[in-house]
Nanobody, 123 residues
Framework: QVQLVESGGGLVQAGGSLRLSCAAS????????MAWFRQAPGKEREFVGS???????SYADSVKGRFTSSRDNAKNTVYLQMNSLKPEDTATYYC?????????????????WGQGTQVTVSS
């Protein structure tokens, strides 16, 4: 069982930056694929980015070049650095985890989820 706790959300002006963190419990963190999803009111939860055990990353087209995912296995933590934020990035951001070998972009690819952290970008 893996428990995930996100932090770092908040209110920021367009063009600004935020760094989200996701702390994971358990001793298998280094083997997990970690991902970020987001969900805006009235919309489906969508893939943002992911990083696997080899530190290979994948991003949605909407955030490529602006968002960067990284991980610190010693701290059991994954990060999402968000730069050049836009109002359309406003959403609740969720951290998710999947066993080694999965590296997908669908919510069904991930077994564990955090509670979410709100990001609001003002224009």
């Amino acid at each position: 069982q893996v428990q995930l706790v996100e932090s770092g959300g908040g209110l920021v002006q367009a063009g600004g930056s935020l760094r989200l963190s996701c702390a994971a419990s358990g001793d298998t963190f280094s083997a997990l694929t970690m991902a970020w999803f987001r969900q805006a009111p009235g919309k489906e939860r969508e893939f943002v980015g992911s990083i696997n055990w080899k530190r290979t990353t994948s991003y949605a087209d909407s955030v490529k070049g602006r968002f960067t995912s990284s991980r610190d296995n010693a701290k059991n933590t994954v990060y999402l650095q968000m730069n050049s934020l836009k109002p359309e990035d406003t959403a609740t951001y969720y951290c998710a985890a999947a066993p080694v070998g999965r590296f997908g972009v669908q919510t069904s690819d991930y077994d564990y989820w955090g509670q979410g952290t709100q990001v609001t970008v003002s224009s």
